[in-house]
């Protein structure tokens, strides 16, 4: 499985991307690349900004893997590794000097198995309205030791990623992450401007 290098969103230059922090935009199901990238300007302006394309094509859009005979919330943890080697492929080809993740829904599950695969490589993770996939993942032991800082952000309303999951996701962050954990009252399947200043700040103080 290959990522689709021709879709990537940048926000700058290829000539000014070198020695710079990277933060990588994972959208949720069903989207695009497009979707997250209007959030660059509001991210720390050090950073350089990537938004990747998912690629699986399905449900008039992307995504990281496929969801066909999938139970919401309970991914093959097989097929969520495939979506997130995908993205390690991709960052061994980028120069960069720190890097960090932020995913929307599936994205954000993606960018905690990410950390899984590579517990040492990023330097920060915002999953939004997201989980962790299910089951325990060699990295997990890794995890547990460098507890690398991630922000979870997720809405009282979110009638989208099951109760399971987010149970799920409540109980593994702390012992395998530096969990900064913001739960938004009222707030769907979808980022707040309050979110959006929260996770702006995290990422300021960790890139």
Same mark, same amino acid.
């Given at each position: 499985?290959?990522?689709?290098?021709?879709?990537?969103?940048?926000?700058?230059?290829?000539?000014?991307?070198?020695?710079?922090?990277?933060?990588?935009?994972?959208?949720?199901?069903?989207?695009?690349?497009?979707?997250?990238?209007?959030?660059?300007?509001?991210?720390?302006?050090?950073?350089?900004?990537?938004?990747?394309?998912?690629?699986?094509?399905?449900?008039?859009?992307?995504?990281?893997?496929?969801?066909?005979?999938?139970?919401?919330?309970?991914?093959?943890?097989?097929?969520?590794?495939?979506?997130?080697?995908?993205?390690?492929?991709?960052?061994?080809?980028?120069?960069?000097?720190?890097?960090? %993740? %932020?995913?929307?829904?599936?994205?954000?599950?993606?960018?905690?198995?990410?950390?899984?695969?590579?517990?040492?490589?990023?330097?920060?993770?915002?999953?939004?309205?997201?989980?962790?996939?299910?089951?325990?993942?060699?990295?997990?032991?890794?995890?547990?030791?460098?507890?690398?800082?991630?922000?979870?952000?997720?809405?009282?309303?979110?009638?989208?990623?099951?109760?399971?999951?987010?149970?799920?996701?409540?109980?593994?962050?702390?012992?395998?992450?530096?969990?900064?954990?913001?739960?938004?009252?009222? %707030?769907?399947?979808?980022?707040?401007?309050?979110?959006?200043?929260?996770?702006?700040?995290?990422?300021?103080?960790?890139?």
């Amino acid at each position: 499985m290959q990522l689709d290098e021709s879709a990537i969103l940048w926000s700058a230059p290829e000539r000014e991307r070198a020695g710079r922090p990277l933060i990588v935009l994972l959208h949720g199901y069903g989207s695009h690349e497009g979707d997250l990238f209007s959030l660059s300007p509001r991210l720390p302006l050090a950073a350089t900004v990537a938004s990747l394309r998912g690629p699986i094509k399905e449900s008039a859009g992307y995504a990281w893997w496929s969801l066909a005979g999938q139970n919401p919330g309970q991914p093959d943890p097989a097929a969520v590794d495939a979506g997130a080697q995908a993205v390690l492929d991709w960052l061994d080809t980028v120069d960069y000097t720190t890097v960090a %993740l %932020l995913g929307f829904s599936q994205g954000a599950a993606l960018a905690l198995q990410l950390n899984r695969l590579a517990p040492d490589r990023f330097a920060a993770t915002v999953a939004l309205s997201g989980f962790v996939a299910p089951g325990i993942h060699a990295g997990d032991a890794r995890l547990e030791i460098v507890r690398p800082p991630v922000f979870w952000g997720r809405g009282t309303a979110d009638t989208v990623i099951p109760a399971a999951a987010v149970d799920r996701t409540q109980e593994w962050l702390p012992t395998h992450a530096e969990p900064h954990i913001r739960i938004y009252e009222d %707030l769907g399947h979808s980022i707040s401007t309050q979110e959006l200043t929260d996770l702006t700040g995290f990422l300021a103080e960790h890139i």
